[in-house]
């Protein structure tokens, strides 16, 4: 059974970059694609991106110039770096697993999610 | 504001039916794109409920049910318990002249009387 378990800073200084990595237990990072989602105070879920284990990456078109997504098969993670972050950027991360089925893709696997948190 | 639209609340008693409508547009649900919903209980990961409109994985109980029609979609939980209380989100894809995008609603927070 596939697990995904989020970790990083819990608080970033503004301006200053995320850093989230993700591990990947029960299963291997490779021949999938992985996804980041985050849902800020009060609000929905918001798809930052996703990325294949070869490093093709898609990201949302509002957060891409501050994006970039890896993959380190070896240690069996990914990761998200977010640069620029504001208080907008506050939010609780998500890393997720990306099926594609059909018509468009679902996160078949999710981790519990992390809080970030932007002050100085 | 979330691209698809679902009501912020919902409640029943135990035992009832309940509904959750997922509101999209042309670009994503009419466009054909599949809906897929998730379960998120307090303080615990999404879970997939829901998948290709109708589809529940290995191990999700038949009481979930999951519809699509036009720009809309619905999940029905039927013979409510008080262990289906969480928060629950559809998710469908969005191709429009911008790109290509994952799009979720704003969730429904489930209350069982």
């Known amino acids: 059974q596939v697990q995904l378990q989020e970790s990083g800073p819990g608080l970033v200084k503004p301006s200053e970059t995320l850093s989230l990595t993700c591990t990947v237990s029960?299963?291997?990072?490779?021949?999938?694609?992985w996804s980041w989602i985050r849902q800020p105070p009060g609000q929905g879920l918001e798809w930052i991106g996703y990325i294949y284990d070869s490093g093709t990456t898609s990201y949302n078109p509002s957060l891409k110039s501050r994006v970039t997504m890896s993959v380190v098969t070896s240690k069996n993670q990914f990761s998200l770096k977010l640069s620029s972050v504001t208080a907008a950027d506050a939010a609780l991360y998500y890393c997720?697993?990306?099926?594609?089925?059909?018509?468009?893709?679902?996160?078949?696997?999710w981790g519990k999610g992390t809080t970030v948190t932007v002050s100085s | 504001q979330s691209v698809l639209t679902q009501p912020p609340s919902v409640s029943g008693a135990p035992g009832q039916r309940v509904t959750i409508s997922c509101t999209g547009s042309?670009?994503?649900?009419?466009?054909?794109?599949?809906v897929h919903w998730y379960q998120r209980l307090p303080g615990t990961a999404p879970k997939l409920l829901i998948y290709?409109?109708?589809n529940r994985p290995s191990g999700v109980p038949d009481r979930f049910s999951g519809s699509k029609s036009g720009t809309s979609a619905s999940l029905a939980i039927t013979g409510l318990l008080a262990e289906d209380e969480a928060d629950y989100f559809c998710?469908?894809?969005?191709?429009?002249?911008?790109?290509?995008?994952?799009?979720f609603g704003g969730g429904t927070k489930l209350t069982v009387l």
């Open positions: 290709g409109n109708s």
């Open positions: 998710q469908s894809y969005d191709s429009s002249l911008v790109g290509s995008d994952v799009v």
């Open positions: 029960g299963g291997s990072v490779s021949n999938y694609y």
């Open positions: 997720a697993r990306v099926q594609w089925e059909g018509l468009g893709v679902n996160l078949d696997v």
């Open positions: 042309s670009s994503n649900i009419g466009a054909g794109y599949d």
